[in-house]
């Protein structure tokens, strides 16, 4: 018989968990598993918070997966076998609590998403009316990943252990800053000498994260499974490029990140700032117009010349002149080098499942530059296109008229707004606070100006408003 993916494990004997992973999706399991690994001695116990499809199909591959590199001379698999055990949350709340809770654990990183920190994204503080949050203060037993945190530093301090340190791996503008507020004013609402002592000794390091991630296929497991001979049920697939920037300030040991490329800095925000704008922010807006436009993957919008212009319009015109670059970073260099990662046509990154959680992704991917631009008086034409573009991708109908499946946490209100007249929609979507920033929401000649790119969508589709608007 066909060695399986268990029989190939070479496993470090000394190492132990050490961290234990909220939100074990494929970004992670193909960006901060593999530096984990690399730098050797640790290990990592994964949660799942929902579903426990991922901790089934790990399970019999002894927690081993393979990562494929997607790169232009063709695919490089490893196998990882830096997970020592997956939970799932949904299934037994304590046994999540306990790895946390447990002294041999140092660090508790996530990649919940966006929504998953149950905040507002206009202004990052705690959603207090969240089902999640309101459940999760009348309950030992948490839901969400804050409650998590907040019942396992609890737990801790009961037992005077120190805290671990929180390392925040999702795509949220100063995200460590993000996370110990929502902690912090979670605790506070359970147990205010709580809340001090986490405030106190607890830490919560910044991250900026970076890796093309597209979800596997079937297809994809097909064919790995030729290629390498075996069957791998759980597979991550990748770009070549990969980085990694955290802030350095742990609050006990952590992995040799610096040994494997991590780097770690005093400030993160101005990488975070530049990532999030440059490639987040040009990665919704082709997501929006792309889809509109019937192209299914960002490779395939890249390779239509009206969009891979637009792109560079918008980096050079609208977001660079609003960045301030990390020390010694060329943002004009850094746009070349997305836009090849973009071209990548071994990269089946879907339009659709970047168009996910619009809501969660605009503020800090895209309102931000808009607001700060429209303050100094630049003219940001492709950006405010883009938003349009998300009122009309929500609104449920793509140019066709045929459904688009919405994934958003406000998916059923943002269809609601839609109306006839683009100015009602445009009103509509703008009293969202929770979305737009109060300098938008006020903001008469953005809201005209979102009209304008709104008519112009309906009337002319997405690819033709491109055409029309912005210039490289
Ligand atoms: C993407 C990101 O799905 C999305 O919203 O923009 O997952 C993106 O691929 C990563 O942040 C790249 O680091």
Known sequence: ME????????????AKAGIVHLGLGAFFRAHGAIYVAQAGGWGITGVSLQSPGTRDRLQPQGWAYTAVELGPDGEKPQVVTVLRDVL?????????????????????????TEKGYCHEPSTGRLNRDHPDIAHDLANP????????????????????????????????????????????????????????????????????????????????????????????????MHEPFRQWVIENDFC????????????????????????????????????????????????????????????????RHEIIPALTPPPGEDPGAYADALAARYANPAIRHRTWQIAMDGSQKLPQRILGT???????????????????????????????????EVRDPLALRLAALWRDDPAQ????????????????????????????????????????????????
Request: aromatic letters at 6%.
């Open 252 to 315: 006990g040991p952590r992995p040799a990140f610096e040994t494997v490329g991590v780097q770690m800095v005093a400030d993160v925000t101005p990488y975070e700032h530049m990532k999030l704008r440059m490639l987040n922010g040009t990665h919704s807006s082709l997501a929006y117009l792309g889809y509109l436009a019937g192209h299914e993957t960002i490779a395939d919008t890249m390779a239509d010349p009206v969009f891979a212009r637009f792109v560079r319009g918008l980096w």
């Open 141 to 236: 037993l948490p839901r969400s990943a804050p409650g998590f945190l907040v019942r396992a530093l609890a737990a801790r301090r009961a037992a005077g252990l120190p805290p671990f340190t929180v390392l925040c791996c999702d795509n949220l503008p100063e995200n460590g800053r993000v996370v110990r507020g929502v902690v912090g004013e979670l605790a506070r609402l359970i147990d205010p000498a709580l809340a001090d002592w986490i405030l106190a000794n607890g830490a919560f390091p910044a991250t900026m994260v970076d890796r093309i991630v597209p979800a596997a296929t079937p297809a994809d497991l097909d064919r790995l499974e030729a290629a390498a001979g075996y069957r791998d049920e759980a597979p991550v």
């Open 425 to 472: 929609t445009v009103a509509g979507f703008l009293r969202l606070a929770e979305v737009f920033p109060p300098a938008l929401r006020e903001d008469a000649g953005f809201a005209a100006d979102v009209t304008d790119a709104l008519a112009g969508l309906v009337r002319d589709g997405a690819r033709a408003c491109i055409q029309g608007r912005v210039d490289a």
């Open 370 to 404: 808009i607001a700060e631009s429209r303050a100094a008086g630049r003219a940001v034409p492709g950006l405010t296109l883009a938003v349009a573009a998300w009122m009309r991708y929500t609104s449920g109908r793509d140019e066709q008229g045929a459904a688009i």
């Open 88 to 112: 799932v949350a949904s299934e037994d709340r304590q046994a999540v609590l306990d790895a946390m809770a447990s002294p041999a654990t140092h660090i508790v990183s996530l990649t919940v």
């Open 3 to 14: 060695a399986g993916l268990r029989d190939r494990l070479y496993r470090d004997p000394t």
